[in-house]
């Protein structure tokens, strides 16, 4: 990264530190407008808008958006390094993000150690809290064969089962037909989660790289890339990824989710069986 602002100072005739001054001004000044360019759906009308996108992807009713978790390498922190090294053997930080049908960033949350579970920093984030409080995600419901269904956001097998948060059945050899086309449709609108995630680091490849700037300033870039991103995607600028590109990043190891509601178990049986009857 030092050999970058060193190369862009020498092609427009400023010192090394004038250009990290610039980034880092950037960078600060465009996290001031993530507001304007991340936004979760808040009303009904928002949210049906989401759903009908993911309509054309899933014959799962009702979902509003898709998450997943990414790595970004870092250097080892000076202190709590051991916190960083993550299971796939190197220093990160975990960047949470939940996406539309079309790609676009609805909510990010970054700057957690790449030892933490996926699991685990969804629950530390704010999307959690505000939909386990009932304040997202409310409206519009669906009744699916006498389940009242509210918006859905789909996950891998990482997640928890929750009464707005759908995952699949954890592959064991043992799925039966049902649950194998449950798990298919729910892909297909996962899908997208790491498709934005390859977008993302395609067009920004210091997200693929080692980001060797100060620890407390990643986060900030981090974000400043995913809201770039979404200016990309509103204005309809494309960008083909290879095969390579697409992130996945899926958090395989188990965690403590505790034992789901008999509600969001309920929703999930109710969808099951739709799907099964389609």
Request: charged fraction near 25%; include cysteine; aromatic fraction near 8%.
């Amino acid at each position: 990264m030092e050999q970058c602002y060193r190369t862009c100072g020498l092609m427009i005739g400023l010192s090394k530190s004038a250009v990290v001054k610039c980034c880092h001004e950037f960078v600060q000044q465009l996290c001031l407008l993530k507001g304007n360019y991340i936004k979760f759906p808040t009303t009904a009308a928002e949210v049906q808008t989401k759903i009908n996108g993911f309509s054309e992807r899933s014959k799962i009713p009702n979902i509003a958006g898709a998450v997943d978790g990414t790595h970004v390498p870092i250097r080892a922190p000076k202190t709590n390094h051991e916190d960083y090294f993550n299971s796939k053997h190197f220093y990160s930080y975990i960047l949470q993000g939940v996406v539309d049908s079309k790609g676009l960033f609805l909510s990010v949350s970054t700057g957690y150690p790449g030892s933490l579970h996926d699991a685990r920093v969804l629950r530390l984030s704010q999307i959690f809290h505000a939909a386990e409080n009932d304040l997202i995600l409310t409206e519009p419901t669906v009744d699916v064969n006498g389940t009242i269904v509210r918006p859905l956001i789909v996950g891998d097998s990482a997640y928890p089962l929750k009464p707005w948060l759908l995952c699949p059945f954890k592959d064991n050899g043992a799925l039966n037909r049902e649950q194998k086309k449950f798990n298919e449709e729910l892909s297909k609108a996962r899908i997208v989660s790491e498709h934005a995630y390859g977008l993302t680091k395609g067009r920004w490849r210091v997200l693929q790289k080692r980001l060797d700037e100060d620890s407390d300033r990643i986060p900030d870039t981090i974000i400043a890339c995913c809201i770039l991103h979404n200016i990309c995607t509103i204005r309809g600028d494309r960008y083909e990824i290879d095969d390579d590109d697409d992130d996945d990043d899926d958090d395989d190891s188990d965690d403590d989710n505790g034992i789901p509601s008999r509600g969001a178990q309920g929703i999930r049986r109710a969808v099951v069986d739709y799907l099964a009857n389609l």
